[in-house]
Structure formats: structure tokens, C-alpha cells
């Protein structure tokens, strides 16, 4: 199977550079993967397509304030975006410089943070911090709000808040799970009200979300890894959901990523539990645990596009982006939302 494959046109237009004026204000295409048909609704009526019984899985991922911008000992200018804290002193790092630096050169991040290359591992740089404040805390101090390449103006305020989910509760993400934007604390609530079963994982995402594959065949691909933490209460939720007839709608792809992940490697079962995945969905992969899902549109040439026409079948895809490009939707982290039905 061939990149090419997953290749579209978007008006440049479509995307979206600011999110909706009410976060449940976007519109949402349903997509029932077999009867093959899309319907045009919106986001607010979501509580109109679940039922009592089944179970929303949220990744509660919070963004970290991520980039940095500094110089170097010669005095070149530098970006910092730090993929994973990895202790209170050292990162791995993505650096954007006219040379590349060499191990053991300086940084001067922010004009105040000391940091040394320790050691380059393919695109990312192991640094340290040379800092009396951990890590943590000098992102939240000195950082800035990593908005996706593809939102093409500077970060506001207002995005400190909007590109963070209502429920974002563990740091560590440099982009934000964006399916989980749309919703708030009422919508949240009424969820619940109807008996739908709130349930948590914890993926952080990382950068690597936004590249394109660029091997012309995608079985060549490397996948970018990341850390999900899948808590017990989870577990149990779904077991019980699906005991009783309920469904699991995951809640954005890094939600199912972690579900698909975990079931993958314990032999279809789901167990509590940390762990880091590389998984890589393709059409012909046979979702464990997964029945429905909820998503944004995807980059073109994308892992993300591949997932969701794993999950929903190519040519389902290929029409309802067809048809959502024609409908003029908002596309990507701050744009419409999709609704899945998995292809049978």
C-alpha cells in the first residue's frame, strides 16, 4: 500500500486558525461506515447519537508549554521543542538551527535557561537543563504554547485555555488531543445524565503526530513512540460495557491508540497499566477493542488519516472527506469533528 494512497486536496482555507466561538459550536459529520452514508450535524447533538450503557474513553494528556527559542554559543538563533521531559533535567528535544549543534555545544534557551547537547538519536536531541528550577517548571515559566505547524500565526491567550481539553489533567503533551476540545463541563455532564460510562487514558502526544509519512511505500514506515498510562477503573468500565451490550467510542485517535495498543500486546485482553507504543494502524489491522470513535479531519499522507480508513475503510474515507471539503468543514486541531462507525 502506497502513501499516495491516502493523498488529497484541501483548500487552503479550511483550516482552521481559530477554534469555534463555543467549543460544542463546531459541526460534526457522521459517518456510518456500513450503510456508507454521511449525515451533517452538529456537535451539540452529540448526546442524540450514543445511548445509556455505553462507554466515552477521554485521553487526559495536558499540554506542556513546549517550545523555547534561544541562541547558541556562536550566537545563531535556535528553537527548542522538547518531544518528552524525561527527569527534571534532561528532555529530548526537536532543534531548529541554521547547522544543526553538536554534542556538547550550549544553548542559551529564553535568555535564561544554560542547556548543553548531550546527544543527537535520528531528529531528536537528548539536552540538560543546566537550571537550578526543574524542567517542569521552567516550561511553564518560560515556554510557549506549541500550536500545530499548520496554524500559521503566533499563540494567543486565549489559546492557553482553548488548545486544552476541560478534563486535561497529567503534563506532558506537545499537542493537545484535539477530538476532546469540542467538549465542556455541560456536555460532559449531560453525557453522564443519559448513563454513558466517562472513562480516562493517558497518551502523551507527541510531535511526531504532525509529520507526513515520506517512504513511498507505508509498510516502511517508522512510527513515532509514545507513553500511555491506562488506569484500572478503565479497564474495568469497559469490560463491563461490553458485558452488557454497551459500546466503546474512543474519544480521539491517541485515545484508541492507547486502547488498540494495549489490547495488542496482551492478547486482546486490556490490562493497567504504563507503557510507551510504536503501533502503527494500517488498513487490514483487526480492532480489539474499539467500536466507535470520534475524531477531527486528518492531515493529508498522514498516520492518522491511515488509521481512521483502517477503522472506517478507505473508501468510506476518501467519500466523507470528499464530501466535507465540499461542505466547506473546518479541518484539523481547531476545526469539525467526525463520529465513526467502525466498518464491519
Given at each position: 500500500?502506497?502513501?499516495?494512497?491516502?493523498?488529497?486536496?484541501?483548500?487552503?482555507?479550511?483550516?482552521?486558525?481559530?477554534?469555534?466561538?463555543?467549543?460544542?459550536?463546531?459541526?460534526?459529520?457522521?459517518?456510518?461506515?456500513?450503510?456508507?452514508?454521511?449525515?451533517?450535524?452538529?456537535?451539540?447533538?452529540?448526546?442524540?447519537?450514543?445511548?445509556?450503557?455505553?462507554?466515552?474513553?477521554?485521553?487526559?494528556?495536558?499540554?506542556?508549554?513546549?517550545?523555547?527559542?534561544?541562541?547558541?554559543?556562536?550566537?545563531?538563533?535556535?528553537?527548542?521543542?522538547?518531544?518528552?521531559?524525561?527527569?527534571?533535567?534532561?528532555?529530548?528535544?526537536?532543534?531548529?538551527?541554521?547547522?544543526?549543534?553538536?554534542?556538547?555545544?550550549?544553548?542559551?534557551?529564553?535568555?535564561?535557561?544554560?542547556?548543553?547537547?548531550?546527544?543527537?538519536?535520528?531528529?531528536?536531541?537528548?539536552?540538560?537543563?543546566?537550571?537550578?528550577?526543574?524542567?517542569?517548571?521552567?516550561?511553564?515559566?518560560?515556554?510557549?504554547?506549541?500550536?500545530?505547524?499548520?496554524?500559521t500565526r503566533s499563540a494567543f491567550n486565549s489559546d492557553e485555555m482553548r488548545y486544552q481539553t476541560v478534563y486535561a489533567k497529567?503534563?506532558?503533551?506537545?499537542?493537545?488531543?484535539?477530538?476532546?476540545?469540542?467538549?465542556?463541563?455541560?456536555?460532559?455532564?449531560?453525557?453522564?445524565?443519559?448513563?454513558?460510562?466517562?472513562?480516562?487514558?493517558?497518551?502523551?502526544?507527541?510531535?511526531?503526530?504532525?509529520?507526513?509519512?515520506?517512504?513511498?511505500?507505508?509498510?516502511?514506515?517508522?512510527?513515532?513512540?509514545?507513553?500511555?498510562?491506562?488506569?484500572?477503573?478503565?479497564?474495568?468500565?469497559?469490560?463491563?460495557?461490553?458485558?452488557?451490550?454497551?459500546?466503546?467510542?474512543?474519544?480521539g485517535t491517541t485515545s484508541l491508540r492507547a486502547l488498540e495498543a494495549c489490547a495488542s500486546a496482551h492478547q486482546g485482553q486490556?490490562?493497567?497499566?504504563?507503557?510507551?507504543?510504536?503501533?502503527?494502524?494500517?488498513?487490514?489491522?483487526?480492532?480489539?477493542?474499539?467500536?466507535?470513535?470520534?475524531?477531527?479531519?486528518?492531515?493529508?499522507?498522514?498516520?492518522?488519516?491511515?488509521?481512521?480508513?483502517?477503522?472506517?475503510?478507505?473508501?468510506?474515507?476518501?467519500?466523507?472527506?470528499?464530501?466535507?471539503?465540499?461542505?466547506?468543514?473546518?479541518?484539523?486541531?481547531?476545526?469539525?469533528?467526525?463520529?465513526?462507525?467502525?466498518?464491519?
Amino acid at each position: 500500500m502506497k502513501t499516495q494512497d491516502f493523498d488529497f486536496y484541501l483548500p487552503a482555507e479550511l483550516i482552521a486558525q481559530f477554534p469555534a466561538e463555543h467549543r460544542t459550536s463546531s459541526r460534526l459529520l457522521y459517518l456510518d461506515s456500513i450503510a456508507q452514508q454521511c449525515q451533517d450535524t452538529f456537535f451539540s447533538s452529540l448526546p442524540q447519537l450514543v445511548r445509556s450503557g455505553d462507554v466515552m474513553v477521554f485521553n487526559d494528556t495536558r499540554v506542556i508549554k513546549a517550545r523555547l527559542f534561544g541562541k547558541k554559543d556562536s550566537g545563531g538563533k535556535v528553537e527548542v521543542l522538547v518531544e518528552r521531559i524525561l527527569n527534571e533535567r534532561h528532555v529530548l528535544a526537536a532543534i531548529r538551527a541554521s547547522h544543526a549543534p553538536k554534542p556538547d555545544s550550549r544553548l542559551l534557551l529564553a535568555d535564561v535557561i544554560p542547556a548543553t547537547v548531550i546527544e543527537r538519536t535520528q531528529e531528536f536531541y537528548k539536552l540538560r537543563f543546566d537550571h537550578e528550577l526543574p524542567v517542569p517548571e521552567l516550561l511553564q515559566r518560560y515556554g510557549q504554547l506549541p500550536l500545530p505547524p499548520y496554524i500559521t500565526r503566533s499563540a494567543f491567550n486565549s489559546d492557553e485555555m482553548r488548545y486544552q481539553t476541560v478534563y486535561a489533567k497529567h503534563a506532558g503533551a506537545v499537542a493537545a488531543p484535539t477530538a476532546g476540545l469540542h467538549f465542556d463541563q455541560g456536555m460532559m455532564n449531560q453525557l453522564q445524565s443519559l448513563g454513558v460510562t466517562i472513562a480516562y487514558v493517558t497518551l502523551h502526544v507527541g510531535a511526531g503526530t504532525f509529520q507526513p509519512v515520506r517512504v513511498e511505500h507505508i509498510a516502511e514506515h517508522t512510527m513515532h513512540s509514545e507513553i500511555y498510562h491506562i488506569p484500572q477503573s478503565t479497564v474495568d468500565a469497559i469490560r463491563n460495557a461490553k458485558s452488557m451490550g454497551g459500546r466503546v467510542l474512543a474519544v480521539g485517535t491517541t485515545s484508541l491508540r492507547a486502547l488498540e495498543a494495549c489490547a495488542s500486546a496482551h492478547q486482546g485482553q486490556l490490562a493497567a497499566g504504563l507503557d510507551e507504543t510504536q503501533i502503527f494502524i494500517t488498513p487490514g489491522y483487526r480492532f480489539q477493542v474499539v467500536e466507535r470513535l470520534l475524531t477531527n479531519f486528518h492531515l493529508p499522507r498522514s498516520t492518522l488519516l491511515m488509521l481512521i480508513s483502517a477503522f472506517a475503510g478507505m473508501e468510506n474515507i476518501r467519500n466523507a472527506y470528499q464530501h466535507a471539503i465540499n461542505q466547506r468543514y473546518r479541518f484539523f486541531s481547531y476545526g469539525d469533528a467526525m463520529l465513526i462507525e467502525k466498518e464491519l
